[in-house]
């Protein structure tokens, strides 16, 4: 294949590449599994992203780990799928539409149920496109051809299965409960959807006065408006002061209804009199008060907050004013003798920050209890590992104290709940697909529950829906239970709980075998990322201000299982250096390979020492590296390699081979080949954290190669690094150690002492036993630490330091700096001027070449190329050493 070759430009621009390589990959089809059924695959199923508009830099966190972990596999060979999908989001999704109709001044009921859902199913394919766009400026591998929705046909029918299931097992069934409603939204909430926030309220305390006698009982109530639902007062039986009382009947205030006393033992007699009001149907305490003393419910609230009939003479008012209005009457009536400042927690709805109101409703809940015992089995057998350990306690706990799991919610977008209501015979029919007629009496005019259900019961089945449950399908066979299920820590009972008892109820079998928990992203405060707080940052602003790869390398810098991270500018800047020194250590080797030519055969008996000790460095980090990815410490594992590439590569080994490079004496061996062999292999190890510019890099190296270099036709698909334990060798790293502690320590020094970078130092060194693999040094640590002469001492330096002379013990050396001395000027000089007149005559055959019309016609355009480079390369040397000769 000829090729021309392009120059690589002087500096890295991420968005000239990324789009190319990501098209490219998806092209190729890489990011489809390769199954061998012999093999076992790598499964990550996305924890798929709400449906409400864009990805923010949580998701980026998600989408980064996710694609390291799936980039990987696919690397080492693992037939690799990772699946996306996009959540309906349920409460949170039509929150977002309602608000869109307020501001067209319509709403959802003038439009109507069917109008309605089109409505989101229009707003939805609008969000999906973005939020799919957004994954692919991430970079992510995931198989695009397998994404679903959670109201797609495949898993709608997983969950209408489901539901009939637990159903006909008698884990799912309809009762009156206290549940969170959100008076805006108006829907049920679970626990988890509602924010608990401390208010300063009040606490009022009233007077009930007695029926029959004179005298009254006092209760204390945050929220005197309950009282109009009061069906009883209660104390406790063990109370001495409310004895006499029990049994006797007192006047409601405002409403004049009489209650009676009652004895409970669930009233406390420290909190407030001692003597509480029962509000069933508007408090969970109190309805199992009521349940336990057969108390009636009487309901005060119409859906929107408003008081209803229930509510005598304050019919229509909204909740709030109804307490002003209540607390006025009392008031004027003498009833309410004390106020008190109160602090108490009051739940708010967590998608519209709306008031909770605990209200008594009939709602369709499963039976959790026999679902809980396996999956706290599957963790405890060790089936299921979660990472951190620590969140095994977490989860254990949750599940243990967990209650009927309210499933049904009072909205339009989402699984319509499967249950058919006959008004003829009153029976229910529940089936998977829409019957035609009631199952028990045959009655065609049947309805549909109106209702909803929760966005979680489908998320609940998403490892098994997404593959094809309950059908038998290959997929299902060959992916599932999957390998790792990767989300934060805040939605482990949210998700992973309830896929965890979902999946063991529905497959029998786990559905994850690791669950990574990634911390939250917060700012460089350590504050979390919020609207309100105006920190958030855009992940798409971000990669387009620092590039795809610094974004990934920032969210992965540091990232640990279960601990927060910051998202800084200092990480993101950090991430673009780091891109543009690999960019530069590329160019650097692919313009040696320009100008040397290259033999890709390593010599092993020849190599020197530096080339050695990169060798051994390098098979150590890969090492390690391995280890780490496979102990889920990608943070860690990213850092190893950062230090590798940076440390020990291009600061030191680079720099060695420029020396060796630039040497004229014909034994010295080339160091392309150990370059080329370092860095191909690097970009590889490094790819899955840096998936554009490894690519790039890794491209405009391969084009320089031979061609009979088999390596692949995309970095992606090329085999990740093994260590070659060979290839240690203790030795050659304890020389270079020495040799780089050297040149470090006299660097520091001449910075300390802010020696021009233009004077040079002298320096002895006392190196013991590896005087003679230090030696051959000599010229690398004058040249990078700005000494001359070096001379090696026979034995210890024994003077008295002094401030010119500065003595220093390193770890096997002895370094001896002569801060006074200088170096002969004039025969310096002269040296350079030699230089620069070899290189003159040199440059001069070039140019000649260069012009003349047969060779740049004959000869092959890689010799032309070759020697206009040559050419520029000599011609900045010159100018180089007329700058030297200037400084001195
Ligand atoms: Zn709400
Ligand atoms: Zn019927």
Request: aromatic share 10%.
């Amino acid at each position: 294949m000829t090729e021309v070759l392009n120059e690589m430009p002087k500096a890295y621009e991420p968005g000239k590449v990324e789009q190319k390589w990501y098209q490219f990959w998806l092209e190729k089809g890489y990011f489809k599994p390769e199954i061998g059924p012999e093999k076992k695959p790598f499964v990550i199923i996305m924890p798929p992203p709400n449906v409400t508009g864009e990805l923010h830099v949580g998701h980026a966190l998600t989408a980064t780990l996710e694609d390291i972990m799936t980039r990987w596999h696919r690397m080492k060979g693992d037939p690799t799928l990772w699946l996306p999908g996009i959540d309906h989001a349920g409460i949170a999704g039509q929150v977002v539409v309602e608000q869109l109709l307020a501001k067209e001044g319509t709403s959802r009921h003038q439009l109507g149920r069917e109008k309605f859902i089109e409505r989101m199913w229009q707003w939805a394919k609008q969000c999906r496109q973005t939020i799919a766009g957004q994954h692919q400026r991430l970079g992510i591998s995931c198989d695009w051809n397998r994404e679903v929705f959670t109201l797609d046909e495949g898993p709608s029918r997983a969950v209408r299965t489901a539901f009939v299931r637990l159903y006909d097992k008698g884990l799912i069934y309809k009762g009156e409960r206290i549940i969170n409603w959100c008076p805006r939204c108006a829907t049920a909430l679970s626990d988890l959807e509602t924010d608990h926030k401390e208010i300063a309220g009040h606490l009022w305390y009233v007077r009930y006065p007695l029926a029959e006698d004179d005298g009254f009982i006092t209760v204390a109530t945050t929220r005197p408006e309950t009282i109009l639902g009061d069906t009883a007062v209660a104390v406790n039986p063990q109370d001495e002061r409310f004895k006499a009382m029990v049994g006797k009947k007192v006047v409601l205030p405002a409403v004049s209804r009489l209650i009676p006393i009652v004895a409970d033992e669930a009233v406390d007699p420290s909190f407030g009199t001692g003597a509480v009001k029962i509000t069933p149907a508007h408090d969970p305490v109190d309805f199992e008060v009521a349940q336990r003393q057969k108390l009636p419910l009487i309901n005060i609230l119409n859906p929107d907050a408003t008081m209803n009939e229930a509510a005598g003479p304050y019919i229509g008012l909204d909740r709030f004013a109804c307490r002003e209005a209540i607390l006025a009457d009392l008031e004027k009536d003498g009833l309410l003798i004390k106020i008190e400042p109160y602090v108490h927690s009051v739940g708010h709805c967590q998608r519209c920050q709306t008031v909770i109101e605990p209200i008594a409703s009939k709602q369709w809940f499963i039976k959790t209890q026999p679902l809980v015992q396996p999956a706290i089995k599957a963790v405890l057998d060790g089936r299921v590992t979660i990472i951190p350990q620590r969140f095994i306690k977490v989860y254990l706990n949750w599940m243990e104290n967990i209650r009927d799991w309210c499933i049904s919610r009072q909205l339009w977008w989402g699984h319509r709940i499967p249950v058919w209501y006959c008004p003829d015979c009153n029976q229910l029919t529940v089936a998977v697909e829409p019957p035609q007629i009631c199952s028990h009496c045959g009655l065609t005019k049947i309805e549909q529950d109106p209702d909803v259900l929760d966005t979680w019961f489908s998320s609940a089945l998403w490892p098994h829906s997404t593959l094809g449950w309950p059908d038998d399908t290959e997929s299902l066979r060959y992916f599932y239970p999957t390998t790792v299920m990767e989300t934060g820590y805040d939605i482990l009972f949210f998700w992973v709980a309830r896929m965890i008892m979902m999946g063991l109820e529905d497959t029998g079998d786990i559905p994850f075998h690791t669950v990574y928990l990634h911390g939250l992203i917060r700012d460089e405060k350590g504050e979390k990322m919020s609207k309100i707080r105006g920190n958030v940052l855009n992940p798409i602003d971000t990669l387009e201000k620092y590039g795809t790869d610094a974004l990934r390398f920032a969210l992965s810098t540091g990232t640990s299982p279960g601990n927060d991270i910051k998202l800084t500018p200092t990480k993101l800047e950090a991430g673009r250096n780091f891109a543009n020194k690999l960019w530069n250590a590329t160019r650097f080797v692919v313009r040696s390979i320009e100008s040397n030519g290259i033999d890709m055969q390593i010599q092993q008996s020849l190599l020197p020492v530096e080339d050695r000790w990169i060798l051994s460095r390098f098979n150590r980090t890969i090492s390690t590296v391995t280890s780490l990815m496979e102990d889920f410490q990608f943070g860690e594992a990213q850092r190893q390699i950062h230090d590798f590439l940076w440390g020990e590569f291009c600061d030191w080994y680079v720099e060695l081979t420029k020396i060796r490079l630039r040497s004229t004496v014909k034994e010295v061996l080339s160091p392309i080949a150990v370059l080329v062999h370092v860095l191909e292999t690097s970009l590889r190890l490094l790819h899955p954290f840096m998936p554009f510019i490894t690519e790039e890099l890794w491209q405009n190296l391969k084009s320089r190669l031979p061609s009979d270099w088999r390596a692949g036709e995309s970095i992606m698909v090329a085999v990740y690094p093994e260590a070659d334990a060979n290839a240690i060798n203790p030795e050659a790293e304890q020389v270079m150690e020495s040799v780089i502690e050297i040149i470090r320590s006299i660097r520091n020094i001449r910075a300390q002492y802010k020696v021009e970078s233009a004077r040079w130092t002298e320096a002895q060194i006392y190196g013991g036993k590896l005087t003679p693999a230090i030696t051959p040094y000599s010229q690398a640590i004058q040249a990078l630490a700005r000494v001359k002469p070096v001379t090696f001492l026979n034995s210890r330096y024994q003077g008295q330091p002094n401030e010119n002379i500065l003595v220093l013990e390193l770890k096997e050396t002895q370094l001896v700096i002569m801060m006074g001395s200088t170096i002969d000027l004039e025969a310096e000089k002269k040296r350079l001027q030699k230089e620069i007149e070899q290189s003159q005559a040199e440059v001069a055959r070039l140019a000649a070449r260069l012009k003349d019309e047969a060779f740049l016609t004959k000869a092959p355009a890689t010799v032309v190329d070759k020697t206009r480079q040559k050419f520029y390369t000599l011609t900045d040397k010159i100018k180089r050493l007329k700058q030297q000769i200037l400084e001195l």
